[in-house]
């Protein structure tokens, strides 16, 4: 057997046991996820951090999980975590229109508080 | 279809189907903006006045300092302190006077913002805000300058007009011209001072414009509320504690 096809068959290999990790990784941050709207509808937001940290933590490349946080964020006033947050969700999903609304309504509120002062 | 299509097919498919899973949720949130300036060491707000100028229709430093005292009463914990305005302008100039040992000079038109550079001299005064200070038990002092001055801009509009071809067919086509529209602007600073020191704590510059279609006829006292009302929050968020409600989508 050549190089040529012994390098392809690896590739796939790879991919088909790396697949199921990340798609476990993906469900458990989901159910992670699910789980802290249900409480941030409670207006539980300290847990619903909480769940959702764990939920980027698990699985760092869903970016519902980091818009969630960063909206969280935004509810607690830390607004420096509520940005990074956001930028973080879009860095991984640029087109989506949700996140994108939900990260310009937060520079309105942003920039009103960091208007230009002097002294 | 080839292997290639189907390959495509599938991938459409599974987009759509992600996309199709994907769930929102839409939330009210409050988000607390802490005060810009902290007020602990006060008990008591003096808002003494301002260096205004601008349209005459308006008195922009007596309206600011009502205005500014109101919002103040009710969404702010330090007492108010109810005094008469200060007429800022006149101790600009006699200090200036009393500094040269001339006579005050008799009071030009204030019309644009560079008119009031002559008399911010008053906000560097230490003393004379001091002095004031000790007058009523050491507050916090708010002043600064309000400059109201009449606004006019052309703007492209997008009308529709109706026309009429050879054969006398109406038809009705977009037609872009530039209008003039009139307005007002609010520009200038409020300025927080120590009253235990004179010493300036913090300034806040603001700029705000409205503008009017030709057939809208608006007093200037009403585009002055109008204009402030933009300005308020962030006055207010300068010395108490916020919470702004707004609503946002959690993604599954």
Same mark, same amino acid.
């Given at each position: 057997?050549?190089?040529? /096809?012994?390098?392809?068959?690896?590739?796939?290999?790879?991919?088909?046991?790396?697949?199921?990790?990340?798609?476990?990784? @993906?469900?458990?941050?989901?159910?992670?996820?699910?789980?802290?709207?249900?409480?941030?509808?409670?207006?539980?937001?300290?847990?619903?951090?909480?769940?959702?940290?764990?939920? /980027?933590?698990?699985?760092? /490349?869903? =970016?519902?999980?980091?818009?969630?946080?960063?909206?969280?964020? %935004?509810?607690?006033?830390?607004?420096?975590?509520?940005?990074?947050?956001?930028?973080?969700?879009?860095?991984? %999903?640029?087109?989506? =229109?949700?996140?994108?609304?939900?990260? %310009?309504?937060?520079?309105?509120?942003?920039? @009103? /508080?960091? @208007?230009?002062?002097?002294? | $279809?080839?292997?290639?299509? *189907?390959?495509?097919?599938?991938?459409?498919?599974?987009?759509?189907?992600?996309?199709?899973?994907?769930?929102? #949720?839409?939330?009210?949130? !409050?988000?607390?903006?802490?005060?810009?300036?902290?007020?602990?060491?006060?008990?008591?707000?003096?808002?003494?006045?301002?260096?205004?100028?601008?349209?005459?229709?308006?008195?922009?430093?007596?309206?600011?300092?009502?205005?500014?005292? +109101?919002?103040?009463?009710?969404?702010?914990?330090?007492?108010?302190?109810?005094?008469?305005?200060?007429?800022?302008?006149?101790? *600009?100039?006699?200090?200036?006077?009393?500094? +040269?040992?001339?006579?005050?000079?008799?009071?030009?038109?204030?019309?644009?913002?560079?008119?009031?550079?002559?008399?911010?001299?008053?906000? *560097?005064?230490?003393? #004379?805000?001091?002095?004031?200070? !000790?007058?009523?038990?050491?507050?916090?002092?708010?002043?600064?300058?309000? $400059?109201?001055?009449?606004?006019?801009?052309?703007?492209?509009?997008?009308?529709?007009?109706?026309? #009429?071809?050879?054969?006398?067919? &109406? &038809?009705?086509?977009?037609? &872009?011209?530039?209008?003039?529209?009139?307005?007002?602007?609010?520009?200038? &600073?409020?300025?927080?001072?120590?009253?235990?020191?004179?010493?300036?704590?913090?300034?806040?510059?603001?700029?705000?414009?409205?503008?009017?279609?030709?057939?809208?006829?608006?007093?200037?006292?009403?585009? #002055?509320?109008?204009?402030?009302?933009?300005?308020?929050?962030?006055?207010? +968020?300068?010395?108490?504690?916020?919470?702004?409600?707004?609503?946002?989508?959690?993604?599954?």
């Amino acid at each position: 057997m050549s190089m040529r /096809t012994v390098v392809p068959i690896i590739t796939l290999l790879v991919g088909l046991a790396v697949a199921p990790l990340a798609a476990d990784a @993906r469900d458990d941050a989901k159910k992670q996820v699910q789980f802290g709207i249900s409480v941030a509808q409670k207006s539980l937001w300290r847990e619903a951090i909480f769940w959702w940290e764990r939920a /980027t933590k698990v699985d760092p /490349t869903y =970016a519902a999980a980091h818009n969630n946080l960063a909206i969280a964020y %935004e509810h607690e006033g830390d607004l420096a975590k509520a940005r990074a947050a956001y930028e973080k969700a879009l860095e991984l %999903e640029p087109n989506n =229109a949700m996140i994108k609304q939900n990260y %310009e309504l937060f520079k309105e509120i942003n920039d @009103r /508080t960091t @208007r230009k002062t002097g002294q | $279809m080839t292997a290639r299509h *189907a390959r495509l097919a599938s991938s459409l498919g599974a987009l759509l189907l992600a996309a199709a899973c994907t769930s929102s #949720y839409e939330i009210q949130i !409050e988000t607390p903006i802490r005060p810009k300036l902290d007020v602990g060491a006060f008990q008591r707000v003096l808002v003494a006045g301002f260096l205004a100028g601008g349209t005459e229709d308006v008195d922009g430093n007596l309206e600011t300092t009502r205005l500014l005292r +109101s919002q103040l009463r009710t969404k702010s914990e330090l007492r108010v302190i109810d005094s008469d305005v200060l007429p800022l302008m006149d101790v *600009a100039s006699e200090a200036k006077a009393t500094d +040269s040992g001339q006579q005050p000079p008799a009071a030009a038109p204030i019309k644009e913002q560079k008119d009031l550079e002559p008399y911010e001299h008053v906000f *560097a005064n230490a003393e #004379y805000w001091k002095k004031i200070g !000790e007058e009523y038990q050491q507050p916090l002092i708010v002043t600064g300058t309000v $400059m109201f001055t009449p606004l006019s801009k052309n703007q492209l509009v997008q009308r529709e007009q109706e026309v #009429y071809d050879s054969f006398g067919r &109406r &038809r009705v086509i977009p037609v &872009r011209s530039y209008q003039e529209r009139k307005g007002f602007s609010l520009d200038g &600073r409020f300025i927080f001072i120590d009253g235990r020191s004179g010493a300036t704590l913090h300034t806040e510059m603001f700029g705000e414009q409205v503008l009017y279609s030709p057939t809208q006829s608006t007093p200037a006292l009403s585009s #002055y509320f109008e204009l402030m009302d933009r300005l308020i929050p962030s006055f207010l +968020s300068t010395l108490s504690s916020q919470k702004i409600k707004g609503t946002r989508i959690l993604l599954q």
